[in-house]
C-alpha cells in the first residue's frame, strides 16, 4: 500500500505546532482521526505511544514514522507533519525531526502493515524525497509531490 492511497490533504499539516515528541504525536493522532473520520476514544493514541515506548520511531535524516494498529481502525490511514523548526525524536542518529508521517492499521493487517512499513522506507530514505514533502507550500503540493516518488521509487 502506498502512502498517498493512506492520506487525504485534511491530513497534512505544513506546520505543526508540538514542541516535543508526546506533543507532535497526540496533535499528529487527533488530525489523522479528523481527517479520516476515525473516533477510536483514545485507541489510536495509545497504540502509537506503547510503539512509540518499545524503540523510537525516528529513524534518522529528520524522518520519524510512528504507526500503530487498533481494533477501531478499519482501513489504513495516515496523517504527515512537516516541522520546519525540527523536534527531539529520540531519534537513531540524534537529529531533530522535521518530517513525521504516522499511519495506523487495523489489528488484524499484519501483513498490509509491514508492507506499508516497507513502502515508506524505500521512498523516504531517498534524500530528494524527504526535500520535496518538507518543502511543500500547501496540502496538494505535498500530495503532488508524494504521488511523484512513488511512481519513481514504488513498484
Given at each position: 500500500m502506498r502512502l498517498s492511497e493512506m492520506l487525504n490533504p485534511k491530513a497534512i499539516t505544513l506546520r505543526l505546532k508540538a514542541r516535543t515528541k508526546r506533543e507532535a504525536l497526540v496533535e499528529l493522532v487527533e488530525l489523522l482521526e479528523a481527517a479520516h473520520g476515525i473516533n477510536s476514544q483514545g485507541e489510536v493514541l495509545d497504540r502509537v505511544m506503547r510503539r512509540e515506548a518499545m524503540v523510537s520511531t525516528g529513524i534518522g535524516y529528520g524522518l520519524a514514522i510512528p504507526h500503530g494498529k487498533a481494533r477501531s481502525v478499519d482501513r489504513m490511514a495516515a496523517a504527515c507533519a512537516v516541522i520546519p523548526e525540527g523536534i527531539d525524536f529520540d531519534s537513531e542518529d540524534g537529529q531533530p525531526v522535521h518530517l513525521i508521517v504516522l499511519f495506523v492499521s487495523p489489528e488484524q493487517a499484519t501483513t498490509l502493515h509491514v508492507r506499508a512499513l516497507a513502502n515508506l522506507s524505500r521512498l523516504l530514505k531517498e534524500e530528494s524525497v524527504r526535500n520535496s514533502l518538507r518543502e511543500?507550500?500547501?496540502p496538494?503540493?505535498?500530495?503532488?509531490?508524494?504521488?511523484?516518488?512513488?511512481?519513481?521509487?514504488?513498484?
Open positions: 511543500a507550500k500547501s496538494e503540493d505535498f500530495i503532488a509531490a508524494l504521488h511523484a516518488a512513488e511512481s519513481a521509487y514504488i513498484p
